[in-house]
C-alpha cells in the first residue's frame, strides 16, 4: 500500500514569491494534517481535514497560509507571498479516523516525506 | 515553557548499550503519548504508543507517569540502525481534531 506522498520534494523560491506544496494521502483516510518545522524548532501542527472540511486550523500562522482539500482526496497548501520565516520543513500526515474520545490504532497519523521549503 | 521537553542530547553510546530518554510534558488535557523515530531528512515514523502501564516492544520499553507529566523510552542492546532523532509526541483532541505536539527531539549515535 502506497504511503503518504509530498510533492515536491524541495523548492526554493524568492520572498513574495507562491509556492503550492501538494500531499496525497493513504488511500481510504479521511483525515489529513499538515505540520511544518522551521530550522531550530520542534514539528507544529498547522491544521486538520476530515475530508474536505476544516476541522481545526488553529495551528496557521497567518492569512498568507491556504490549506484546500476540494473532493476529499489529495490537499495543496498556498503560501502568498512566501517570506524568509516561512523556510522550513513542511510535512502531511493522514489517518483513518481522528476523533475524540480514547486513541485507538485507527488514529495513527502517518507522515510523509516532506516537502523542504526555502525562500530566499 | 514548551509544552513538550525533552533531554536535549546528543546521546553517543556503543552497541549494546543501554540508553534511555525522557520527556517530560504541560497539557494535562494530552490524551496519548507517542515515540516516533525520524532518520535524517526523513518523515517522522511511529515507534511505538505509551500507555500508563508501560508497553515494551522487544528492546523498546516506554512508559508514562501522568501523575507527574512525565514519559520515558528506554532502549536496550542498542544496535547501529537504532541511530536516528526520537520525538516525544503528546496527541490532545479539541474541535473533533487529534492534534501531535512534538518535543525538539533527542539525537542518538550508536557507535561501532
Known amino acids: 500500500e502506497a504511503g503518504v506522498t509530498q510533492f515536491p520534494s524541495h523548492s526554493v523560491i524568492e520572498k513574495g514569491q507562491t509556492v503550492t506544496l501538494r500531499c496525497d494521502p493513504i488511500?481510504?483516510?479521511?483525515?489529513l494534517y499538515w505540520y511544518r518545522r522551521v530550522m531550530g524548532k520542534e514539528i507544529k501542527f498547522l491544521l486538520h481535514?476530515?475530508?474536505?472540511?476544516?476541522?481545526?486550523e488553529s495551528g496557521m500562522p497567518n492569512n498568507r497560509f491556504l490549506a484546500e482539500r476540494t473532493g476529499g482526496t489529495y490537499s495543496t497548501l498556498k503560501v502568498q507571498p512566501a517570506e524568509l520565516e516561512d523556510s522550513g520543513v513542511y510535512f502531511c500526515?493522514?489517518?483513518?479516523?481522528?476523533?475524540?474520545?480514547?486513541?485507538?490504532?485507527?488514529?495513527?497519523?502517518?507522515f510523509g516525506p516532506g516537502t523542504r521549503l526555502t525562500v530566499l | 515553557r514548551k509544552e513538550v521537553e525533552q533531554d536535549p542530547g546528543p546521546f553517543n553510546v556503543p552497541e549494546g548499550a543501554t540508553v534511555a530518554f525522557n520527556c517530560t510534558y504541560s497539557n494535562s488535557a494530552s490524551q496519548s503519548f507517542f515515540w516516533y523515530r525520524q532518520d535524517c531528512r526523513k518523515e517522522p515514523k511511529l515507534l511505538m504508543s505509551v500507555y500508563s502501564s508501560g508497553n515494551e516492544d522487544g528492546r523498546f520499553t516506554a512508559q508514562l507517569n501522568r501523575a507527574s507529566q512525565y514519559i520515558s523510552l528506554l532502549i536496550r542492546d542498542s544496535k547501529l540502525s537504532d541511530s536516528a532523532t526520537y520525538l516525544c509526541v503528546g496527541a490532545y483532541s479539541g474541535a473533533g481534531s487529534y492534534q501531535l505536539t512534538f518535543g525538539k527531539g533527542t539525537k542518538l549515535s550508536v557507535i561501532p
Open positions: 500526515a493522514s489517518s483513518q479516523v481522528g476523533l475524540a474520545g480514547g486513541f485507538t490504532e485507527a488514529d495513527t497519523q502517518y
Open positions: 481535514f476530515v475530508k474536505e472540511s476544516k476541522q481545526d
Open positions: 488511500s481510504g483516510h479521511d483525515n
